[in-house]
């Protein structure tokens, strides 16, 4: 059945979902989309994720289930992470997990108990809701300890991340983040870990794609565990992978199935397979970089117009801006860009004074519009897209800010988005 086939199908089963999805198809061919989470996957991944596969149920692990029929799954499956640990080098990679932060839930369950000290990178400073941020889980069920960036240079300073270890022992600790423009620095991670005889567990759900095209250091050899989802900058479908080493490889096992979850998302596990087979193309390792460089050529276009960048920069694909300068609120710039046709959102900064619903501080990055085909000479107008949108927002001139949603269309338009028609 091809995908029209499909479309008419579902128009006449039901044609107000219908409408809606073609509608966000617009909203996503239109926009300039610069969500760091976010990206457009290839028409493959979209088929695998759409297959018969959604109606197999299949409890249990490849040539172990717990249901029949699971002869195809199982092969399906093997290779996602035969896959997986091809393209990552690592002994192990169970590629069940829902989503990331079931995978780094499974990580808690798996080598800690409740109330075991567990140490991450504080939620205001760049990490994630699951590294033991107080309103969730990882905050409640464990005494979680916490690290930030230096004020001066919104950097990690491992000096306090050394003196928070030693002071409280913990027993895992989570590098990585939702927020960080600045290459993780492994190594020095795994030495403070190794001092306090604590389990090092690297979060890449961001930079993902970035290691497996070569753009970003790998935390294997260092990070004995690794917790990543396989969309964002991997580009593959909605869900999440697990990797260690083969010590811990048994214990994440069963922390994932049955300690969390029951039967696995079998349609999103072949979508995965076929994203790390894309992944592992020379045309890959291209795109990575070229994401590296579109941020960076971002980050000083926007230099130039005056915002602050926090830690003056990027190493990455991300992007995280104080606002404070502009006399604006994150959240009033990110509704204001986003009528403008640029999709981003409003994040807190690193000793950020306001409230996290109204924060200083916007968050962008460079996957999605690398997916494009855009570089850098596209990063130059996007950098002045923003300025002026932001001007606008301040003078309260919708009709600039409508204006700039004219240009921004008629840039997009020379860019086809991978797997939309």
Known sequence: MTLTERDTVLASTDPEI?????????????????????NYVSKAVL?????????????????????????????????????????FGVD????????????????????????????????PMG?????GAAPTLSGRWMNAVQYGVRRDTGRIDFDEVRDIAKQNRPKIIFCGGTAIP???????????????????????????????????????????????TTHKSLRGPRGAMLMSDEAHSEPLDKAVFPGLQGGPHDHTTAAI??????????????????????????????????????????????????????EITGK????????????LNYNTVP???????????IRLGTPAITSRGMKETEMSHIARFMDEAVEAAKRKDDDAIDAIFGEVKELTSAFQAPGLS
């Open 18 to 38: 219908a409408r809606l999805i073609g509608a966000e198809e617009d909203r996503q061919r239109d926009k300039i989309r610069l969500i760091p989470s976010e």
């Open 47 to 87: 088929e695998a994720t759409g297959s018969v596969l959604t109606n197999k149920y299949s409890e249990g692990y490849a040539g172990k289930r717990y249901y029949e029929g699971n002869q195809l799954i199982d092969e399906v499956e093997t290779l996602a992470v035969e896959r997986a640990k091809a393209l």
């Open 92 to 123: 192990h990679a169970n590629v069940q997990p829902y989503s990331g932060s079931p995978a780094n839930l499974a990580v808690y369950f798996a080598f800690a108990q409740p109330g075991d000290t567990v140490m991450g990178m504080a939620l």
């Open 127 to 131: 990490g994630h809701l699951t590294h």
């Open 182 to 228: 600045r290459t993780i620095d492994f190594p020095a991670f795994a030495e403070i870990a190794k001092e306090v005889d604590a389990l090092l567990v690297a979060d890449i759900a961001h930079i993902a794609g970035l290691i497996a095209g070569g753009a970003h250091p790998s935390p294997v050899g260092y990070a004995p565990v690794i917790s990543t």
């Open 273 to 326: 397979a076929v994203a790390l087979k894309e992944a592992a193309t020379e045309d890959f390792k291209t795109y990575a970089r070229q994401i590296v460089a579109n941020a960076k050529a971002l980050a000083e276009g926007l230099l130039a117009r005056g915002f602050d960048l926090v830690s003056g920069g990027t190493d990455n694909h991300l992007i995280l801006i104080d606002l404070t300068n502009k």
């Open 332 to 343: 009033k710039a990110a509704k204001a860009l986003d009528r403008a046709g640029i999709e």
């Open 351 to 361: 000793f950020d004074p306001r409230k996290p619903f109204s924060p200083s501080g």
